[in-house]
């Protein structure tokens, strides 16, 4: 079982970068798929990528992908993934979920994830 902690999530001046951090202490992390969620206030929550099992397949929201800035990654070894984002707006603001399937491969849909963090939440000014 899961048991996902992100951080890295703070109060940013929009045009700034951040390292969102997730790391499962449960012992399945290299056989899982993960992926990175948000809400923004007022909205419900959204997907913004997936990584499989070998981070060699990445999968980024239709929304996310054109624009360039987002860039998931994971380090199995450090039972880590991480979701850099750079040229940060201030639509960015919002809680950022880390989340992880019992699948290894491709997965994007909400409900095939089964383990949630608690979020990390970003902030940006403009």
């Known amino acids: 079982q899961a048991q996902l902690r992100e951080s890295g999530g703070g109060k940013v001046e929009a045009g700034h970068s951040l390292t969102l951090s997730c790391v499962d202490s449960g012992p399945n992390f290299s056989h899982q798929a993960m992926a990175w969620f948000r809400r923004a206030p007022g909205r419900e929550r959204e997907f913004v990528g997936s990584?499989?099992?070998?981070?060699?397949?990445?999968?980024?929201a239709d929304s996310i992908k054109p624009q360039r800035r987002f860039t998931i990654s994971r380090d199995n070894a450090k039972k880590a993934t991480s979701l850099q984002i750079s040229g940060l707006r201030a639509d960015d603001t919002g809680t950022y979920y880390c989340a992880a399937s019992r699948e290894s491969g491709y997965v994007r849909r909400e409900s095939e994830f089964h383990y949630w963090g608690r979020g990390t939440q970003i902030t940006v000014s403009s």
């Open positions: 990584i499989n099992w070998s981070g060699t397949t990445i999968y980024y």
